[in-house]
């Protein structure tokens, strides 16, 4: 393949550089449990390989005067010990570095990502190859014998593929160019796209709790409810991590007649409601909730290829029938099913892609298009309460699955946020927050041990008093 050097960004991208903060960096982690104790060297063989496939990881974030861009580089990834707060800061506007780390600690081995460069389904490719190259090197007396292919997740040139430019618009340059073709685009290609996002949430979660649109039209809209609480000292998260039986959650899920997702979804609503100091004021509980195109949009890209649905409760609206676990299912289901289809996605995406092109935002230069993007963000929070990701069931390669013990994935949060992914018949549930309180955690699990399911349960410290040796300015995240 010959060597090119310019990437132009996806247009989900272009948000992450503009809108990252101290406390939110937009950098995601996944991470895998595995038998024994991480090798490092080992580890740092299986990450040469495992780079040397996934092109795209060799880039770094540039700034030029019309937006940011990729640019090829010549740099080499080293594995490091994990020592620091979960998903430090990655990408900085004055440093030349990787959009990713490799990490490792006791026998978890951890790749986070800034958003900027790939999605969560990326990533996970990226891990699960490079859990095949250290598995088989780390047992090399089990493998010696086996012929071994490792499947691959599409062709080098299928993981560079802009998916939503070749959607929903025309194809853009999607190979490293020559040419410095700083990508000259627009403020409404994503600042508008987010302040549409925006828009959905007050104009559909928050009058999202009735069954039909007649009745919610009726009713004034509640006003959307946001989480307050402490901030922790030095910006790093709360990390609440919930171990449990995968089984035991599903059959709940099933019992209230709705997908693991919804159900999930549904407890951390009302845990938030719980914890809210004044219950009757509470309002509509809106929720984030990503969508991965691959599962509606054939395609093998490693960037990010994602779009988002907003959905919502409003307390108090559902009557006789009460604002139980299973009511706020079945206000949820309805309105996941209402959005979740090929027809709806492909129409928002294609009308996000049309306000992308005009001309005259694409002239804009970068900083004022960072600024539009921050308005528009700030539009975006004022419209939500909570996050989540359900990334689903995963398995690795038959032979080496039996070696990976679980799987956990976090992410930075702006506000309380989960990830769930399950391995085997395990399935964890990472909860981040920007604030030190933990009742909202307590309420999911406390709700999920009341009916019958076993948790296990880690919180990271983060204050003085937890970790003393924050006055010395040292400590683990």
């Known amino acids: 393949m010959e060597h090119k050097k310019w990437l132009r960004m996806d247009n989900a991208s272009k948000i992450f550089p503009a809108t990252m903060t101290a406390t939110d960096t937009k950098v995601f982690r996944m991470s895998a449990a595995v038998r024994d104790q991480v090798d490092p060297d080992i580890l ?17 974030l540039r700034r030029g005067i019309f937006w940011y861009y990729l640019e090829d580089s010549e740099q080499r990834p080293q594995v490091q010990l994990d020592d620091q707060p979960a998903c430090a800061q990655i990408y900085h506007f004055d440093k030349r570095n990787l959009l990713f780390r490799v990490l490792y600690y006791r026998n978890r081995i951890h790749l986070e990502v800034f958003h900027a460069l ?3 389904t990326g990533a996970l490719w990226f891990l699960d190859h490079l859990l095949y190259n250290y598995t088989i090197r780390r047992y090399p007396e089990i493998f010696k014998d086996q012929v071994l292919n490792y499947p691959g997740k599409g062709s080098q040139k299928q993981q560079f593929d802009d998916s939503a430019a070749r959607y929903f618009g025309h194809e853009g340059d999607w190979l490293f160019s020559r040419p410095v073709r700083v990508a000259v685009n627009t403020v ?6 987010v302040g549409k996002a925006a828009l959905g949430v007050s104009g559909k979660a928050r009058g999202a709790a009735g069954d039909h649109k007649e009745s919610t039209r009726k009713k004034p809209k509640a006003r959307v409810y946001h989480v307050r609480g402490t901030k922790t000292p030095d910006h790093r998260m709360r990390l609440v991590e919930a171990d449990m039986p995968a089984a035991e959650v599903l059959r709940l899920a099933h019992a209230a007649g709705t997908t693991l997702t919804v159900y999930l ?7 938030v409601y719980r914890d809210a ?16 195109l691959r599962s509606y949009f054939k395609s093998s890209s490693a960037r990010n290829f994602w779009s988002t649905l907003h959905v919502g ?8 029938e009460g604002d139980s676990i299973e009511s ?5 289901d309805r309105q996941f099913k209402d959005q979740l289809t090929e027809e709806k996605l492909r129409k928002k995406l294609n009308q996000l892609r049309a306000l992308e092109e005009i001309l005259f935002f694409r002239l804009v230069i970068r900083p004022v298009k960072d600024l539009a993007l921050k308005i528009a963000n700030a539009r975006r929070n004022r419209n939500l309460t909570l996050a989540m990701s359900n990334i689903g069931q995963v398995a690795f390669p038959a032979e080496v699955d039996p070696y990976i013990e679980q799987l956990y994935a976090l992410t930075s949060a702006a506000r309380p946020h989960f990830v769930s992914i399950s391995h085997g018949d395990r399935l964890t549930i990472c909860f981040t927050s920007p604030f030190m309180e933990t009742e909202i955690q307590r309420n999911f699990i406390t709700t999920l041990t009341e009916k019958g399911v076993p948790v296990t349960v880690a919180v990271n410290r983060v204050s003085i008093e937890e970790m003393p040796e924050m006055k010395e300015g040292v400590g683990r995240g």
Do not use: M, W
């Not at 979804?265 to 845990?271: G, M, N, R």
């Open 44 to 60: 740092q063989q299986a990450l040469d390989e495992t780079y040397d496939y996934f092109r795209l990881y060799h880039a770094v």
């Open 313 to 320: 409760y409003t307390y108090g609206q559902n009557g006789a």
């Open 188 to 193: 409404a290609r994503v600042g508008k796209a």
């Open 277 to 292: 100091p004044r219950p009757k004021e509470v309002g509509t509980i809106a929720v984030s909730v990503p969508v991965n």
């Open 118 to 120: 790939s999605d969560g």
């Open 265 to 271: 979804t549904a407890l951390f609503v009302d845990a």
């Open 328 to 332: 706020i299912c079945r206000s949820l």
